[in-house]
């Protein structure tokens, strides 16, 4: 079989939603609602999809030694394409938060609370897995000076913000989690351009806010020090919370001709181009993604229920399978092994991890990021009130 064939993508997939349905109808998972459902649905998907692109790169790596991009267009667009649609749910999710916010101001002190027990939890557990492999790996005796340890600990724990260093001699410690944290800084670099983006958005003349918007990504690019390339995908999400807003843009979006059009902006990307991050390929995605937010369900599939319940898992399932993937080729069958497995053996192994990493990811969605997210709320509301005490305090305010 060929190592890069579209077969073990669909079963894959088929085995996911398995897994995924059997977890929600044994422990009778209820949806929240209130959100963009479409949207719900398309999250796990993308997850999932990232977890087969660095499947794909795992074979390569054995063989090579070599971390690149899978030499097939369509495993390289399961992650490059479903990273960048991670970053236009974002920029839609929080660009409509601002556009809401003429009437409903933003509380800007609950979204940043909220955002930090959203991502920071499962992180933090992600990490002290990865430190536990790496005490494993240099068979728990210190191989660099404390300080230089020290400092490359704060560094993954600050979500890579200043590098992913290497970790007590622990070459390319990052493959430990197949690199997926290098997002986490651009997700981390819109939340703080948000106060920006609500100038923009309040602006009442078109230049005041072609100048906030310019402002803002200079911020991004050089205080941020981020690739103004992958702003563009935020954006495509930010320019879809604007034109759903139009009743003609939901009724397009809604026909079953517009189905089509979604599958063929995908399919157009991933047969022309090599890479996700180029300007038509993004606007291709865009497009695409403005139709699923505008309500275009793909004939239900993002609106079932099982879609939705993996939709839930998406961030798990993003920053725990490349453990996943590491402890069974690392630890489980060693690298040269590993290295002589046939591509149906190898896939047949994908195949078999996959009930696992979906396990996983429900277990820790409902053990560590729900319960964080129930927090969230009260933690704002502690630090809104010990705020206004100490305000009192400082100015002896009154009432």
């Known amino acids: 079989m060929n190592p890069v064939s579209p077969i073990p993508v669909i079963l894959a997939f088929l085995l996911a939603l398995a897994t995924t349905h059997f977890l929600a109808k044994r422990f009778a998972v209820i949806l929240p609602v209130g959100r963009v459902s479409t949207i719900d649905g398309l999250r796990g998907y993308l997850g999932f999809a990232v977890f087969l692109h660095h499947a794909s790169i795992w074979f390569f790596f054995l063989r090579t030694g070599h971390w690149a991009v899978p030499p097939s267009n369509l495993y390289t667009h399961l992650g490059q394409s479903g990273v960048a649609l991670f970053f236009m749910i974002t920029g839609f999710l929080f660009f409509s938060k601002l556009i809401d916010s003429k009437d409903r101001p933003v509380d800007w002190t609950k979204l940043y609370i909220s955002r930090l027990f959203r991502l920071t939890p499962l992180y933090l557990f992600a990490m002290g897995t990865m430190f536990s492999i790496v005490a494993v790996l240099s068979d728990a005796q210190l191989r660099e000076p404390v300080e230089s340890l020290a400092l490359g600990v704060a560094r993954w724990l600050a979500f890579t913000a200043k590098g992913n260093p290497d970790l007590n001699g622990v070459a390319q410690t990052w493959i430990i989690v197949a690199g997926v944290t290098w997002t986490l800084p651009y997700e981390w670099g819109f939340y703080l ?63 079953k ?28 995605l865009s497009i695409a993604f403005t139709l699923v937010a505008g309500g275009n369900t793909l004939f239900g599939l993002l609106t079932n229920h099982t879609s939705r319940v993996l939709g839930e898992m998406a961030y798990s399932i993003y920053l725990l399978h490349g453990i996943v993937l590491f402890l069974v080729f690392r630890f489980l069958f060693g690298f040269p092994e590993a290295a002589k497995l046939s591509p149906i053996e190898h896939w047949a192994v994908i195949a078999l991890c996959t009930p696992v990493l ?34 009192q305090t400082v100015f002896g305010w009154r009432g």
């Open 193 to 255: 351009m948000l106060p920006l983006f609500a100038l923009m958005v309040s602006s009442r003349t078109l230049i005041g806010s072609l100048v906030i918007g310019i402002t803002a990504l200079l911020a991004f690019k050089w205080l941020l020090d981020l690739d103004l390339l992958f702003m563009k995908a935020f954006v495509g999400g930010m320019a879809a919370s604007v034109l759903v807003r139009y009743e003609k843009v939901r009724v397009i979006a809604s026909a």
């Open 358 to 391: 979906i396990s996983i990811s429900f277990l820790t969605f409902r053990q560590i990021e729900l319960p964080a997210m129930r927090i969230a709320p009260k933690a704002a509301n502690w630090v809104k009130s010990r705020r206004t005490s100490i305000t």
């Open 257 to 284: 001709i517009s189905t089509m059009l979604v599958v063929g902006c995908v399919a157009a990307v991933v047969m022309i181009y090599p890479t996700a991050y180029g300007s038509m390929p993004l606007l291709l």
